[in-house]
């Protein structure tokens, strides 16, 4: 895989330090611990017993508070995926709000997108191929086509049928038919669709974007990122006119 070589490397089996014997790694359970160990030789870690914390300007400083109030520590916040350091509370949403797929080398096209529109505005969304509120979505697409790219990711959340329908849509998108699968998932209509996956269908871009959906935290579709890096849990009433925010980015840069 290339996606984003320390976020993406989710087993860590050891690292070697130039001049120094390789320093073997504990388990590791998240991509957050793997990309941490992929940086370079850290000799431990042990999650902390806090859920959640808050970010407090206080007389001048700024601290970071865990939600229970027990746990406090002053410091520097970085958002590690944007590279940018969040030192004033006005930040914050203009970060957590924003995904820059550009900054984290992210290449969507690895993820076997089906693509809606030639427009030089490339749009990522995220769907279930059996959401009905992606369907929503999805019937608004045509209507912008000159003037983004769309670039859909299917992803099962709804279950063993979605996974199913997942398979289908990215092995035929593989295929001469690749027509028929962009049909079949914007009108939510795959009866026509094979009832056998080819022999030679390459299962990687389905693996890569379930590895991308867990590393961007997706707990629900649709969910739309903008080229500016903002994002739109849902489908958004007014499709044309969010995606024309002219919304500032600058703020998260300060």
Not at 58 to 69: K, V
Not at 93 to 109: E, F, G, H, T, W
Not at 166 to 189: F, G, H, P, R, Y
Not at 203 to 225: C, D, H, N, R, Y
């Amino acid at each position: 895989m290339k996606l984003l070589p320390a976020i993406f490397l989710l087993v860590v089996s050891s690292l070697a330090v130039a001049g120094q014997p390789p320093v073997a790694s504990p388990e590791v359970s998240t991509p957050t611990e793997a990309a941490l160990f992929a940086k370079g030789a850290i000799n431990a870690m042990k999650a902390l017993p806090i859920d959640g914390f808050n970010m407090v300007e206080a007389g001048g400083e700024t601290y970071f508070i865990s939600r229970n109030g027990r746990f406090a520590f002053k410091g520097q916040l970085m958002d590690t995926w944007s590279k940018t350091p969040i030192t004033r509370i006005e930040q914050v949403d203009s970060v957590m709000n924003r995904i820059p797929l550009a900054d984290m080398k992210l290449n969507i096209d690895e993820l076997g997108p089906v693509l809606v529109g030639k427009g030089k505005t490339p749009v990522v969304v995220f769907v279930d191929p059996q959401c009905r509120y992606c369907k929503k979505l999805q019937q608004q697409l045509p209507t912008l086509a000159d003037r983004y790219t769309f670039k859909i990711i299917p992803i099962a959340v709804l279950g063993q049928e979605s996974t199913i329908l997942v398979n289908k849509i990215e092995c035929l998108l593989q295929t001469k038919d690749k027509e028929k699968a962009t049909t079949a998932l914007l009108n939510q209509e795959y009866a026509g669709l094979p009832e056998q996956l080819p022999g030679n269908c390459d299962k990687e871009p389905m693996q890569k974007a379930v590895i991308t959906s867990a590393i961007l935290g997706l707990t629900a579709v649709p969910f739309v990122i903008a080229q500016d890096g903002r994002t739109h849990k849902g489908a958004p009433d007014d499709l044309a006119g969010w995606l024309n925010s002219t919304q500032s980015v600058s703020t998260a840069k300060q």
